[in-house]
């Protein structure tokens, strides 16, 4: 379990998906996960905050007719003192601001950069909201506190090092830790001690061509299989099927509505 005050800059700190079917997504995500939905008013555009067992743990939004045009999609977003600060700094170090910093009220301040390999990551600058109230921890490839709860953010890059720099450069990442750095996995964490929280992985290898780089969110289930069962069941697809790792096992599905995300949990 964990609180707002265990977000340092630099951490995932929210994630929230961008649907074509608010409506849906409420009744697949609650199905699978067992999360409860509550709608803001007008004045946050119907925001959507997803709960488990009364613990934020995600967001919503539907698509506007004048939004700009992107697939439905999970967005991760990392802490940040100074949410304006952050997007001129990833600006100044190659990256771009796709949304530019905005307030919302008093929760907080939001905006959404490329980085300098091309993937979409938000920033969160935390005002009475400090992000999740509850995550799932991995530790040594157990899963513990995770049924449910975002566990592990992940960015598949094909720009390794100059993605490390801008991060370390723009989110101020401190203690990166490399797990593995030869030609067939290379692989570093967000951070060195735990709860390590995600990590960068080198994807030039397997990534297919044309397909962007990008953050990923893990949700954690007691049993892997079954929720992977569930997401067909409800309408959604698998795209990566299960798999064991030294880290748990994993799976990568897509939602009804074309959202991608991943399941983990530990090894059978």
């Known amino acids: 379990m964990t609180d707002n005050a265990t977000h340092k800059p630099g951490d995932p700190t929210w994630v929230d998906l961008y649907t074509a079917d608010p409506d849906r997504a409420i009744a697949f995500y609650g199905e699978l996960f067992g999360w409860t939905a509550e709608r803001a008013g007008e004045e946050f555009g119907g925001y959507i905050t997803f709960r488990k067992d009364g613990k934020a743990v995600a967001g919503a939004m539907g698509k506007t007719a004048d939004g700009v045009e992107s697939p439905d999609q999970w967005t991760v977003y990392l802490a940040a003192a100074d949410a304006k600060a952050t997007a001129d700094a990833a600006v100044a170090h190659g990256g771009t601001v796709v949304v530019p910093p905005m307030d919302v009220g008093d ?80 692989y570093t964490t967000i951070h060195s001690t735990s709860p390590m929280l995600g990590g960068v992985m080198d994807a030039s290898a397997f990534m297919p061509e044309g397909a962007p780089a990008g953050w990923k969110v893990y949700f954690g289930a007691d049993d892997v299989d079954a929720a992977a069962a569930k997401v067909v069941e409800l309408g959604g697809a698998v795209l990566v099927p299960a798999m064991d790792s030294p880290y748990g096992r994993m799976v990568g599905v897509v939602d009804p509505t074309g959202a991608r995300f991943s399941i983990g949990g530990e090894t059978a």
């Not at 920033?123 to 513990?144: D, H, N, P, R, Y």
């Not at 390794?160 to 370390?168: D, G, I, T, V, W």
Request: negative net charge; hydrophobic residues 40%; without cysteine.
């Open 107 to 186: 929760v907080g301040a939001m905006a959404v950069l490329g980085d300098v390999g091309g993937a979409g990551v938000g920033i969160w600058q935390a005002g009475t909201f400090g992000g999740f109230e509850t995550l799932g921890l991995v530790t040594g490839g157990k899963w513990s506190n995770h049924a449910g709860a975002p566990s592990w953010f992940e960015l598949h890059t094909r720009d390794y090092e100059a993605s490390l720099a801008f991060y370390r450069d723009v989110f101020g990442w401190q203690d990166p830790f490399t797990i593995a750095d030869t030609p067939e996995f290379r």
